[in-house]
């Protein structure tokens, strides 16, 4: 089954732009991810699917500071222009016929 | 409005059995599969279950594996999420999410579930 790998932690200066990284498992780099946001307190909130080859689907008012791209095994999340209301824990999910998969997780600290 | 709404948890002895709704609106719910992910206090999300669009197929993570069930009622447009012999490591808070294809999955806001003696 797929495993996905994430830093622990990351940090950004308020208007810098970040980049957070999901390391998809030895042969599973073609998988498509989702990455969910959870700020403190809060239910998680869906951001995009991402396949990897440049198809992504956004959540509906997701700002486009919020963007994703790839690299072989790795998806990443770019926010530009961050903001303090983007700290938070952020999440990558894959998923095959047999299972669903997630990262654990990347908090995000806004300097 | 697109929501999910989860409802039924509350606290459980060990052993015990607890039955987690979501209810569903503002979509057509026959066309989503539906998931159950928790979150134990402090820690990240782990996926739980899922079921198909018509309720024919069900996974589950190995944790839970032949002590929950998860099902569905498309004319209700609710999915639920039995569980049975409760373990101190369940309390979590369960979250209901939708899910189709490229469309943008849906969470709720979730549900805690307490296993203490």
């Known amino acids: 089954q797929p495993v996905l790998t994430q830093s622990s932690s990351a940090s950004a200066s308020l208007g810098s732009s970040v980049r957070l990284t999901c390391t998809l498992s030895?042969?599973?780099?073609?998988?498509?991810i989702a990455w969910h946001q959870q700020q403190p307190g809060k239910a998680p909130r869906y951001l995009m699917k991402?396949?990897?080859?440049?198809?992504?689907k956004k959540g509906s008012g997701l700002p486009e500071r919020f963007s994703g791209s790839s690299s072989g095994p790795d998806r990443y999340l770019t926010i530009s222009h961050v903001q303090s209301e983007d700290e938070a824990d952020y999440y990558c999910?894959?998923?095959?016929?047999?299972?669903?998969?997630f990262g654990g997780g990347t908090k995000l600290t806004v300097l | 409005e697109v929501q999910v709404v989860e409802s039924g948890g509350g606290l459980v002895q060990p052993g015990g059995s607890l039955r987690l709704s979501c209810a569903a609106s503002?979509?057509?719910?026959?066309?989503?599969?539906m998931h159950w992910v928790r979150q134990a206090p402090g820690k990240g999300l782990v996926w739980v279950s899922r079921?198909?669009?018509?309720?024919?197929?069900?996974t589950y993570a190995d944790s839970v594996k032949g002590r929950f069930t998860v099902s569905r009622d498309n004319a209700k447009s609710t999915v639920y999420l039995q569980l049975n012999s409760l373990r101190v490591d369940d309390t979590a808070v369960y979250y209901c999410?939708?899910?189709?294809?490229?469309?943008?999955?849906?969470w709720g806001q979730g549900t805690l579930v307490t296993v203490s003696s």
């Open positions: 079921v198909n669009e018509d309720g024919t197929i069900t």
């Open positions: 991402f396949d990897g080859s440049g198809g992504y």
């Open positions: 999410v939708a899910d189709r294809g490229w469309e943008p999955k849906v």
């Open positions: 999910e894959t998923w095959d016929t047999k299972t669903q998969v």
């Open positions: 030895s042969g599973h780099s073609s998988y498509i």
């Open positions: 503002g979509f057509t719910f026959s066309n989503y599969w």
